[in-house]
Structure formats: C-alpha cells, structure tokens
C-alpha cells in the first residue's frame, strides 16, 4: 500500500530564517506531487505541483520554492521566512495519468509558525 | 468544478450509521462526485467518490441519486474516530484548464460530531 510521509510535524522558525520541508511518498511510481497550505480556518492553497522529476509549476507568486529530486521526494523551501508563512503545509500526491486529475492522498502536516 | 451544498454539522451516535448529504444540483455529464474529511490537525483524507453508480469501500458508501443531483455518504457504525469536518467536492476528472486545474478546493462541509 502507499504511505506519505512529511517532516517535521511541526516547526517554529523566526522571521528571516531558511525553510525546508520534506514529504516522501512510498508504494508507488511516477505520482504526481502537490504542496498545500491551509492557513487556520481557511481552505487549501496549491502552491506548487508537479508530474516529474524536476518539473515544477508554481500557483502563486511568493517568497516559497519546490523541489523534486527523487521520483517521490518533493521539498518546499524558503530563503526568508515571513510572519504570513505560518500555516498547516501539505502534502498530497496522485496517481499521474495523462489528462486526468484524480483523487489525491495527503500526508500528514506539518505546522509552520513564524515568529 | 460544480458548487455543492451541505449541512454546516450533524451529530451522530457511536454505532449507529452516519448519512451526510450533498446537494450539487448544477452537476454536469463528466463530473464525478468526491468525498474527503479532514480530522481535527490532521490532513484531509480520500473517502470516496463515484459518478452515478452507487460505490462501497472499507470506509463508507455513497449513494447518488438518478438525477444526480444529490448525493449522500453513509458511514455503517460510526465511531468516535469518524468526528470529522467532511468535504463533498464535483470535479470532472479529465477536464483540465491549465495549472489550477489540479486545485481542490473544499467548501465549508459538514462538521460531524460522533457522541458516544
């Protein structure tokens, strides 16, 4: 079966300092990867995702970047963090096939504070 | 991606069924009905979803009616574990606009509180 996994659960970084955050995926090739945030009582934000190594396509301008070097890893990283950062970042992925946008699986969280 | 309507919460008995509604009266031919929840600080999860068949899986069923135009998912036996905020989302599969096409976009859904 397939398992997600994202580190740390939680985090708390000052303003200004460097984010890097991991989700792997396990049980299966070639998934498609997304990173969501939800900011508290809020619905979820795509932030990036992508179909293959390497390839990344971003949803909204900002101060965050992603990263895929391995078929399941995907990173999300951040030079400078700022106080509107802080949320509950996710990540998700689904099976890839073309021209189709299927259910996505979640991992588990991790909750970002910025101070 | 057709909007849906559904109860702001729902209380439920442990051990008896839960059945959340869904109205998504505006659905069109190739769009799918999906069901996710979201347990409190935790990421949402997969339930369910189906087009107009009827689906069962381990965790729930859902029914959709012949018009399509609503839908209701049925947890058996509820448990204290299912105390979820529950997301009923339309979305055609194969359409794709662009980027944001990938976008699940939840709306307030049901808040279902399992009492013991």
């Known amino acids: 079966s397939q398992t997600i996994h994202q580190w740390p659960a939680t985090l708390v970084q000052p303003v200004g300092s460097p984010l890097s955050l991991e989700c792997t995926v396990e049980?299966?090739?070639?998934?498609?990867l997304y990173w969501y945030r939800q900011a508290a009582g809020r619905g979820l934000q795509l932030l990036f995702y992508?179909?293959?190594?390497?390839?990344i396509s971003s949803e909204v301008p900002q101060n965050l970047s992603a990263s895929r070097p391995q078929d399941r890893q995907f990173i999300l990283s951040s030079k400078k963090l700022l106080l509107s950062d802080s949320g509950f970042y996710l990540c998700?992925?689904?099976?890839?096939?073309?021209?189709?946008?299927?259910?996505?699986?979640f991992g588990p969280g991790t909750r970002l504070t910025v101070l | 991606d057709a909007k849906t309507t559904q109860p702001p919460s729902m209380d439920c008995a442990e051990g008896r069924a839960a059945n959340l509604p869904c109205n998504h009266s505006?659905?069109?031919?190739?769009?799918?009905v999906y069901w996710y929840r979201q347990i409190h600080s935790q990421g949402p999860q997969y339930i369910i979803h189906?087009?107009?068949n009827n689906e069962t899986n381990e965790m729930a069923s859902l029914i959709i009616t012949e018009d399509r135009k609503s839908s209701t998912l049925i947890l058996p036996h509820a448990t204290l574990r299912d105390t979820a905020v529950y997301y009923c989302?339309?979305?055609?599969?194969?359409?794709?606009?662009?980027?944001?096409?990938?976008?699940?976009?939840f709306g307030k859904g049901t808040k279902l509180s399992v009492i013991p």
């Open positions: 989302i339309v979305r055609d599969p194969t359409a794709y606009s662009g980027a944001g096409s990938y976008q699940l976009t």
């Open positions: 998700a992925w689904s099976v890839r096939l073309a021209g189709a946008r299927n259910e996505q699986f």
């Open positions: 992508s179909v293959g190594i390497g390839q």
């Open positions: 049980g299966t090739s070639n998934p498609n």
């Open positions: 505006t659905i069109s031919g190739n769009e799918y």
């Open positions: 189906g087009l107009k």
